[in-house]
């Protein structure tokens, strides 16, 4: 943690390192290490790199890491993403596998949100396959196992969630790594309150989560909505705003408990004077936050390969994180 000026520039690693210690811990008495297997299926830098920077964290943590390399991954003169089902149906049937993740994107949404669907949710440990995106929607904390295995969202709600610990029977339904990763840094910094009940414990926060991406942006709006916040989602031409508070009265519900999205007039600059938290993941390099258009006092996340905020996010932002990818990575290890 290093401090300069107003605000504090917090890095990752204390964060990352309570789980680390958490994840060495579930390994010691395992009967042997996991073995997580990543596809990479084209030569993108960004994925390149993430595949190296997960095998040095599997390595450090004694977790079997095997990078399975196809398409224009392992050869130039085939086509990104070629084999890369293949890939995924192999690893789901191999038994001496744990775990699979797959460096996105390759093909587009549409075609990459296929592939997640192909991956076993038994091993899916980027919490990306449709079970779980309908439980972390529908605010359905905890699974039974056996449920995995039908093609349909369970029927029946597991008993209310009371603590982080799931109930006999049950294991808690996996959450993306990186939304996930947002709310542990925010637990870290305080954002959320230890003193109210499990699942409001954002209550009382307004935050603003810029880029609407299926894959960070709208999952992490749902989730800290979820847990009480006010939280206002704002892509390229709207900005929608999540609670989990609905307008209608609460005996016209029903279905599990969860958040809902309404449509707001308020532009960027006013959603921004609200918030006590800014989260922006956009992946361009010229996008920028305006600092003076920040509250006082706010925690700020960068999420994007890019940084988001401007040089002086400092002056007005109370805490800063330009980066969070050593806290992803164990929330993925922690899934194996």
Same mark, same amino acid.
């Given at each position: 943690?290093?401090?300069?000026?107003?605000?504090?520039?917090?890095?990752?690693?204390?964060?990352?390192?309570?789980?680390?210690?958490?994840?060495?811990?579930?390994?010691?008495?395992?009967?042997?290490?996991?073995?997580?297997?990543?596809?990479?299926?084209?030569?993108?830098?960004?994925?390149?790199?993430?595949?190296?920077?997960?095998?040095?964290?599997?390595?450090?943590?004694?977790?079997?890491?095997?990078?399975?390399?196809v398409g224009a991954? =392992?050869?130039?003169?085939?086509?990104?993403?070629?084999?890369?089902?293949? +890939? $995924?149906?192999?690893?789901? @049937?191999?038994? &001496? #596998?744990?775990?699979?993740?797959?460096?996105?994107?390759?093909?587009?949404?549409?075609?990459?949100?296929?592939?997640?669907?192909?991956?076993?949710?038994?091993?899916?440990?980027?919490?990306?396959?449709?079970?779980?995106?309908?439980?972390?929607?529908?605010?359905?904390?905890?699974?039974?196992?056996?449920?995995?295995?039908?093609?349909?969202?369970?029927?029946?709600?597991?008993?209310?969630?009371?603590?982080?610990?799931?109930? =006999?029977?049950?294991?808690?339904?996996?959450?993306?790594?990186?939304?996930? +990763? $947002?709310?542990?840094?925010? @637990?870290?910094? &305080? #954002?959320?309150?230890?003193?109210?009940?499990?699942?409001?414990?954002?209550?009382?926060?307004?935050?603003?989560?810029?880029?609407?991406?299926?894959?960070?942006?709208?999952?992490?709006?749902?989730?800290?909505?979820?847990?009480?916040?006010?939280?206002?989602?704002?892509?390229?031409?709207?900005?929608?705003?999540?609670?989990?508070?609905?307008?209608?009265?609460?005996?016209?519900?029903?279905?599990?408990?969860?958040?809902?999205?309404?449509?707001?007039?308020?532009?960027?600059?006013?959603?921004?004077?609200?918030?006590?938290?800014?989260v922006s993941a956009?992946?361009?390099?010229?996008?920028?936050?305006?600092?003076?258009?920040?509250?006082?006092?706010?925690?700020?996340?960068?999420?994007?390969?890019?940084?988001?905020?401007?040089?002086?996010?400092?002056?007005?932002?109370?805490?800063?994180?330009?980066?969070?990818?050593?806290?992803?990575?164990?929330?993925?290890?922690?899934?194996?």
């Amino acid at each position: 943690m290093a401090s300069e000026g107003k605000g504090v520039l917090l890095k990752a690693d204390p964060i990352a390192n309570t789980f680390r210690d958490e994840i060495k811990s579930a390994l010691a008495s395992s009967p042997r290490p996991p073995r997580l297997v990543g596809i990479l299926a084209t030569s993108a830098a960004p994925s390149k790199f993430y595949a190296e920077f997960t095998k040095k964290q599997c390595d450090a943590l004694g977790v079997e890491f095997v990078l399975r390399k196809v398409g224009a991954a =392992a050869d130039e003169t085939l086509a990104p993403g070629e084999g890369v089902e293949e +890939a $995924i149906i192999e690893a789901n @049937e191999d038994d &001496g #596998v744990d775990g699979i993740m797959v460096y996105y994107p390759i093909f587009g949404v549409q075609q990459d949100h296929y592939l997640q669907q192909i991956v076993s949710p038994y091993k899916d440990v980027e919490g990306l396959h449709f079970k779980f995106h309908y439980n972390l929607y529908h605010n359905i904390r905890f699974l039974e196992p056996k449920t995995l295995a039908s093609s349909l969202p369970a029927t029946s709600s597991a008993p209310p969630a009371v603590n982080d610990e799931p109930p =006999a029977g049950y294991v808690k339904s996996i959450l993306p790594c990186t939304p996930l +990763a $947002i709310v542990k840094c925010l @637990e870290y910094t &305080g #954002v959320y309150n230890k003193i109210l009940p499990y699942g409001d414990r954002a209550y009382g926060k307004t935050v603003t989560v810029i880029n609407r991406s299926e894959v960070v942006g709208r999952p992490l709006a749902a989730l800290l909505a979820n847990d009480g916040a006010r939280v206002f989602s704002v892509d390229i031409d709207t900005i929608q705003e999540y609670t989990k508070r609905p307008r209608q009265s609460a005996d016209e519900r029903k279905f599990h408990p969860h958040h809902v999205v309404h449509p707001t007039a308020l532009s960027l600059q006013e959603c921004l004077a609200l918030s006590d938290v800014v989260v922006s993941a956009v992946p361009s390099a010229a996008y920028k936050v305006k600092t003076a258009w920040l509250k006082d006092g706010c925690v700020c996340l960068n999420v994007a390969a890019d940084k988001n905020f401007e040089a002086d996010v400092r002056e007005k932002a109370s805490v800063y994180l330009p980066t969070i990818g050593k806290v992803t990575i164990m929330m993925l290890l922690r899934n194996l």
